[in-house]
């Protein structure tokens, strides 16, 4: 199990769970944001940053919403009910599944490498898609 995080134009992270854990608020605020927050900051440490979460239940926890509104971070609220608004399941992950068809791996850490290969990244298609669906 990955966490992925997708910006505009390009792959940002993917965090591995370890040991087939599942995401939680615990989990994602002290393992998860931290770290995709770093490397968003790595190169202007005061970055505007804005997250689309969907409804999950670990995106929407409290603890969660503290934790990014004490980092500063804002959030693009994910209108109930719409799921063509999910990137990863309309524009990402069927193009990881046709590039990864048939590979097989010794580790779990060697198909998570091949996950973040960049070739599989890029979701500029997502902002139009947001964009109509908000302004409908």
């Known amino acids: 199990m990955v966490a992925t995080f997708v910006g505009k134009t390009s792959h940002v992270a993917t965090i591995a769970l370890e ?42 926890a409290r603890q969660t919403t503290e934790y990014l509104k004490e980092g500063k971070v804002e959030i693009l609220d994910h209108p109930p009910y719409s799921p063509d608004l999910s990137p990863n399941d309309f524009f990402t992950f ?17 198909a998570v490498d091949a996950f973040k290969s960049p070739e599989h990244w890029g979701c500029s298609k997502w902002n139009s898609v947001w964009n109509k669906c908000y302004n409908n």
């Not at 048939?102 to 580790?107: D, N, T, V, W």
């Open 19 to 60: 040991d087939r854990r599942t995401v939680n608020r615990e989990w994602y605020t002290t393992v998860c944001l931290p770290q995709v927050i770093a490397e968003l900051r790595k190169s202007n440490s005061k970055r505007r940053i804005i997250l689309h979460h969907d409804n999950a239940s670990s995106h929407s």
């Open 94 to 110: 069927p193009k990881i599944k046709k590039s990864l068809r048939g590979q097989r791996f010794q580790f779990g850490k060697e």
